[in-house]
């Protein structure tokens, strides 16, 4: 009972019946009656504010109970939420306790499960994250004496919370996870690093092969690419938000300098040096050309700061593997047709011949001179396939005008005929406005 609602008389504006019962605290009250469950603290509205409150009754009672939450917390039920929750409150009081051997083994040993709910796997992400700001070299010491972690991870990476908690892992592992302003003190900023918590190159296989596996839902697929990719961009220069002063401060050698600072990661080492052939060989898992074309991108980059070295030989793997790419963009699986938007009935390109383009189109960057004149009759040829694909043209198009000194331009195959306002060319082989509208109707013939 409240302070004023036990003051008050009947009549009084603060009694219970006056209302009163608004000053009233019903968890106080259940945790004075010294009679009550832990589902009993679990099902009151007011448990989370109190606990943020650090209510000294309700912190003193959970401190005892944390096993047991531990164990609500991988069920699949409402109370599951709020026990996850009550850790999310970040009570060192009660949280402290989550690093011992038992409690952290109990919170890893959720990913032994063969089914892993939504709900489970995201309480299992929330102290999954709680443990790491806990005290993170203490985590990755413990995970490095589990030799079945990491493939406990992978087996459940179709779940984003699970593959979000690995990517948290593997940020302090293969890169710099610490901001300027968090930097770890004490006894952790002097605890050595020493060996990784798993080997890089074991790492990027398990994650690779994930591609190779058409039993696994899509999204491990994704999620996979995903966590390949942020090793890409860990070893990618990043420009410095830009300021309220417009970044003036910071000048384009200053910005130069900063990029060629920038390290490769061990993962993305292991990327470069041996994985090319085997994410080639899961072609076309959309994983697989997400990975390929991030890193074609960052040869690119690469190549600008003059240090396209080390992504020699991937580019090159790529390039001697150019026609497996094509049969994908010549003949996806299911093209169905669909309404447009403006209201026309026409083919679907498909995503994974997109992926195709996409890939196809970062190695011509990589490489200008890599389409041979029959890809590019491939390529030209699907804008009068699919005429409403906007995308699609705008990549075909950027192909053609990158090629515009070549000889496939000039070459006896095709003739090139500039009419604005006109439309001439050979049925089926026609197409009008593949350019900008100020640069006149471009069409090719064969």
């Known amino acids: 009972m409240s302070l004023f609602a036990s003051l008050a008389s009947d009549q009084d504006l603060w009694a219970a019946d006056s209302g009163g019962d608004l000053f009233q605290n019903p968890l106080q009250e259940l945790l004075e009656t010294d009679n009550f469950s832990l589902e009993d603290v679990l099902g009151q509205q007011t448990l989370i504010q109190e606990l943020r409150n650090m209510n000294e009754m309700l912190v003193n009672y959970l401190e005892t109970k944390v096993p047991e939450l531990l164990a609500l917390s991988g069920g699949d039920s409402d109370s599951a939420d709020l026990a996850s929750e009550v850790f ?9 306790l989550l690093l011992s051997e038992e409690n952290m083994k109990a919170i890893f040993s959720l990913l032994e499960k063969d089914s892993f709910p939504p709900r489970t796997a995201g309480n299992f992400a929330k102290l999954a994250t709680v443990l790491i700001n806990q005290e993170r070299q203490r985590v990755l010491a413990w995970l490095k004496g589990q030799p079945e972690s990491l493939k406990n991870f992978v087996r459940h990476i179709h779940s984003d919370s699970v593959s979000g908690a690995l990517r948290q892992l593997l940020d302090l592992v293969d890169g710099d996870m610490h901001d300027e302003d968090d930097e770890p003190e004490g006894e952790e900023a002097a605890a050595p690093v020493g060996p990784p918590l798993w080997d890089p190159e074991v790492v990027v296989s398990a994650l690779v092969s994930v591609f190779a596996d058409d039993a696994v839902p899509k999204t491990a697929h994704t999620n996979a690419a995903e966590t390949l990719m942020d090793a890409v961009a860990r070893s990618s220069y990043q420009p410095p938000q830009p300021t309220s002063f417009g970044g003036w401060n910071t000048s384009i050698d200053q910005e130069a300098e900063q990029q060629q600072k920038v390290p490769k990661t061990p993962m993305m080492e292991v990327l470069l040096k041996s994985q090319a052939g085997a994410l080639i060989k899961a072609l076309p898992n959309r994983g697989s050309f997400h990975i390929l074309t991030r890193i074609l991108e ?11 070295q080390d992504t020699t030989a991937f580019v090159d793997e790529i390039q001697s593997n150019l026609g497996s790419v094509f049969p994908t963009l010549d003949s996806a699986p299911g093209l ?3 309404m447009t938007t403006y209201g026309k009935r026409a083919p679907t390109f498909g995503i994974e011949r997109l992926l195709a383009l996409e890939l196809v189109a970062a190695l011509s960057a990589a490489r200008p ?15 009068a396939r699919f005429p409403t694909h906007s995308i699609l043209h705008s990549v075909v198009t950027n192909l053609i005008l990158d090629r515009g000194g070549d000889p496939w331009r000039d070459s006896p195959r095709y003739r090139r005929v500039v009419r604005p306002g006109t439309r001439e060319c050979a049925p089926g082989s026609c197409v009008r406005g593949a350019l900008p509208a100020d640069s006149g109707s471009v069409e090719f013939r064969a």
């Open 369 to 383: 001179t890599v389409l041979s004149d029959d890809q590019m009759v491939v390529l030209f040829g699907f804008i």
């Open 298 to 308: 960052f040869s690119i980059d690469a190549k600008e700061r003059g240090d396209e």
């Open 336 to 338: 169905s047709v669909v």
């Open 88 to 96: 999310a409150c970040d009570v060192s009081q009660i949280n402290d």
